[in-house]
């Protein structure tokens, strides 16, 4: 699972410099980029830590909570949930959001548990509902028109 270029990488990185949407694009224009010492500094600020989480890595937390709970976690909450663990503090509370269904992942979830995650009733024959599918520019403008063509306020 690479999520090397995630989009809430992006929103975090154009809060920290300070909502400069150009800077921002420019930065992610290469593939990498270094920040001032200064600018690095701050995120500290958000209070954020880091770790790394490998495919097995988040098979064996999938299975651990499954063995500890009966809880099926998807593999980007494994993920969150295995470096959290590495980053627990004595009397500091330590929370870890959902991300996604599990029913999304269900090969990697069988690998991890042995079996398939049920599949909640809502997504019950979702493959032979109507796909709608835009195709659009990359461009900012042609987004917002097409949402603001499709999307109408209620009186």
């Known amino acids: 699972m690479d999520i090397s270029r995630a989009s809430n990488f992006e929103r975090f990185m154009f809060d920290l410099l300070g909502r400069d949407a150009g800077r921002t694009a420019a930065l992610f224009r290469h593939g990498s980029f270094t920040l001032p010492r200064d600018e690095h500094a701050r995120v500290a600020d958000y209070g954020f830590v880091s770790g790394r989480s490998t495919h097995a890595d988040r098979i064996a937390t999938i299975r651990a909570l499954w063995g500890e709970s009966g809880r099926l976690i998807d593999p980007h909450t494994a993920d969150g949930l295995k470096v959290a663990r590495e980053h627990v503090q004595p009397g500091v509370p330590m929370i870890v959001l959902e991300t996604a269904q599990p029913a999304k992942f269900a ?3 069988e690998e991890a548990v042995g079996r398939a995650p049920p599949r909640p009733q809502a997504f019950d024959g979702i493959e032979q509902l109507p796909q709608r599918v835009l ?6 403008a042609a987004v917002k028109s097409a949402i603001a063509e ?3 306020v209620a009186p």
Do not use: E
Request: aromatic share 0%; with cysteine.
């Open 107 to 109: 090969r990697t979830i």
């Open 135 to 140: 195709v659009l520019p990359a461009d900012a």
């Open 150 to 152: 499709r999307c109408r």
